[in-house]
């Protein structure tokens, strides 16, 4: 079985980030696993629309890894919209990261196994991982992991 993931804009944004060499090489490590098509990616409109801020030629770059891999593009839905509410509400998020609060919704709402993030501040920390998880729990979603790609890379989704 391979796991869905979901993976947020820091993700693509870190293909090319030399003042960053760790996270760029265990990001490259990934996107290799993911050419491989090891995973099912998922990517939503919120992506898309952050990496067109992106300046070029680096705009560039990330669309033409892009190209590379399969991935699901999935549109954000009314559905989304009311799970972020439920979050901001519960103070998982605050409105501030609202757009953290929106990838988190769209990974859960689209079936994915795993949300991956460079996003430590507002994704990948044990403030969202709980708050995530008391969420899911309540409104009886399936329970997603929330971790970086080194987390990935090294331990793999082996929880069955």
Not at 38 to 65: A, G, Q, T
Not at 73 to 94: G, I, P, Q
Not at 96 to 103: G, L, M, P, V
Request: charged letters at 25%.
């Amino acid at each position: 079985m391979k796991y869905k993931l979901y993976l947020d804009t820091s993700i693509i944004s870190h293909l090319d980030a030399p003042d960053v060499p760790e996270k760029m090489e265990d990001t490259l490590q990934l996107w290799k696993q993911i050419r491989m098509e090891k995973y099912d990616v998922v990517l939503s409109e919120i992506v898309f629309n952050e990496l067109d801020n992106c300046f070029e030629p680096k705009r560039s770059f990330l669309n033409k890894h892009l190209q590379q891999v399969q991935y699901t593009r999935v549109r954000f839905t009314d559905d989304m919209a009311v799970l972020t509410k439920k979050f901001l509400d519960s103070k998982v998020f605050t409105p501030k990261s609202i757009a953290d609060c929106r990838h988190i919704a769209a990974a859960l709402l689209s079936g994915c196994d795993a949300i991956v993030s460079w996003n430590f501040k507002h994704i990948v920390n044990i403030n969202t991982i709980k708050g995530t998880k008391v969420i899911t729990s309540q409104e009886g979603y399936n329970d997603i992991i929330i971790c970086s790609p080194t987390m990935l890379i090294e331990g793999g989704l082996d929880y069955e």
